[in-house]
């Protein structure tokens, strides 16, 4: 998988992309990341790439012809279709289903918006997907680049090594994760559940299970199916 990443601060997503699982995926080929510079991209001698927005109000608005021209010019940079995305506090909310489809997609475009947002006919002439990592406001969209790419990557085989590593994560099967122990079975007077202790499989499957389901009640009720 290639994915592209159109912003103003490259040097903010790139030491986060080559570190960690996203780094080990780059270096095993399981996926390729590149960061693109929008000032590249403009006309103006100065590289300016935003503007004051028609009819008043505060702040500056990303232009049409930087951000244009450089989805498209990097959209040419290799034979794979682009699925185009922008990071927009309007977007549909990202969540573990979107991942996963991104995730088929052989290349993304991910791009971070800055300032007060996107001339719309950016959006007119590019008819991207826009997505939103969640209802509040950054102030540019680099942290939901990252947050995206996380969410994306994982997703791919390999990634994670283990085949079934992603099989009992948050949101996965609609439940959030049941409770983690690890080493020492004590620690100021809280112990390990005996269950986990047990050496029996199938009672560990089942705790989880219902531990899953009595945490995912308490938390976000919303995710349970009628029955639960």
């Given at each position: 998988?290639?994915?592209?990443?159109?912003?103003?601060?490259?040097?903010?997503?790139?030491?986060?992309?080559?570190?960690?699982?996203?780094?080990?995926?780059?270096?095993?080929?399981?996926?390729?990341?590149?960061?693109?510079?929008?000032?590249?991209?403009?006309?103006?001698?100065?590289?300016?790439?935003?503007?004051?927005?028609?009819?008043?109000?505060?702040?500056?608005?990303?232009?049409?012809?930087?951000?244009?021209?450089?989805?498209?010019?990097?959209?040419?940079?290799?034979?794979?279709?682009?699925?185009?995305?922008f990071?927009?506090?309007?977007?549909?909310?990202?969540?573990?289903?979107?991942?996963?489809?991104?995730?088929?997609?052989?290349?993304?475009?991910?791009?971070?918006?800055?300032?007060?947002?996107?001339?719309?006919?950016?959006?007119?002439v590019?008819?991207p997907?826009?997505?939103?990592?969640?209802?509040?406001?950054?102030?540019?969209?680099?942290?939901?680049?990252?947050?995206?790419?996380?969410?994306v990557?994982?997703?791919?085989?390999?990634?994670?090594?283990?085949?079934?590593?992603?099989?009992?994560?948050?949101?996965?099967?609609g439940?959030?994760?049941?409770?983690?122990?690890?080493?020492?079975?004590?620690?100021?007077?809280?112990?390990?559940?005996?269950?986990?202790?047990?050496?029996?499989?199938?009672?560990?499957?089942?705790?989880?299970?219902?531990?899953?389901?009595?945490?995912?009640?308490?938390?976000?009720?919303?995710?349970?199916?009628?029955?639960?």
């Amino acid at each position: 998988m290639r994915i592209d990443v159109l912003t103003l601060f490259p040097e903010i997503c790139e030491p986060y992309f080559s570190a960690s699982i996203l780094g080990r995926a780059q270096a095993g080929g399981r996926v390729r990341i590149r960061c693109h510079q929008l000032r590249e991209y403009s006309l103006d001698p100065h590289r300016k790439v935003d503007d004051r927005p028609f009819g008043g109000g505060p702040g500056m608005v990303l232009m049409c012809q930087p951000v244009i021209d450089a989805v498209e010019a990097i959209e040419r940079d290799g034979a794979e279709p682009a699925t185009r995305v922008f990071l927009t506090p309007r977007g549909e909310r990202l969540n573990h289903a979107v991942a996963c489809e991104l995730a088929s997609a052989a290349r993304l475009l991910i791009v971070a918006g800055h300032y007060e947002g996107f001339d719309e006919r950016i959006f007119d002439v590019l008819r991207p997907r826009e997505v939103s990592v969640g209802d509040y406001v950054l102030s540019g969209g680099e942290a939901a680049a990252m947050i995206l790419v996380d969410a994306v990557v994982r997703q791919i085989p390999g990634v994670l090594g283990a085949a079934d590593a992603l099989d009992e994560e948050s949101f996965v099967g609609g439940l959030l994760e049941y409770p983690q122990y690890t080493r020492p079975r004590e620690y100021r007077g809280l112990s390990v559940p005996d269950v986990l202790l047990s050496g029996d499989h199938q009672r560990i499957e089942r705790w989880r299970r219902d531990e899953a389901v009595r945490i995912t009640a308490r938390r976000r009720p919303d995710l349970l199916s009628p029955g639960e």
